[in-house]
């Protein structure tokens, strides 16, 4: 499955180990730096409100994740990592997946992307 909806309310606890042995495997390979990851944050998820995260798998290696956070009724915030391994065609398919969950099944109105110049691939996007 090259986009796995994997972090949502109610996910199970396994997911979130997923989830994290993920960047663990981007991290060890180098294909991102936890350095950018801080350095593109523009504003932190809040814990008070749900998240949801897609995986992005390519030939059977994290390659990248898209986020929708700091949800409420009106809005929410999307976030993309993706690595340079990811191919343009899975970065935005999921992109407009993640939208169109925002908007069809959650209900928001408004959805709002930061993205600071220094993140290339997701500038591209």
Not at 78 to 93: D, F, H, M, R
Request: net charge positive.
């Amino acid at each position: 499955m090259p986009a796995e909806l994997l972090l949502y309310p109610g996910a199970p606890k396994e997911n979130v180990s997923r989830l994290i042995r993920a960047y663990e495997q981007m991290l060890k390979a180098g294909d991102v730096k936890l350095e950018d990851m801080l350095r593109w944050t523009v504003n932190p998820p809040r814990l008070d409100r749900p998240m949801y995260v897609w995986m992005l798998m390519h030939d059977g290696s994290p390659v990248g994740e898209v986020s929708l956070f700091n949800v409420d009724r009106i809005r929410a915030e999307v976030g993309v990592v993706l690595t340079a391994k990811c191919p343009k065609w899975l970065g935005a398919s999921t992109f407009i997946k993640a939208f169109d969950f925002a908007y069809s099944k959650l209900g928001v109105a408004k959805i709002e992307g930061y993205v600071r110049v220094s993140n290339s691939h997701a500038v591209h996007l």
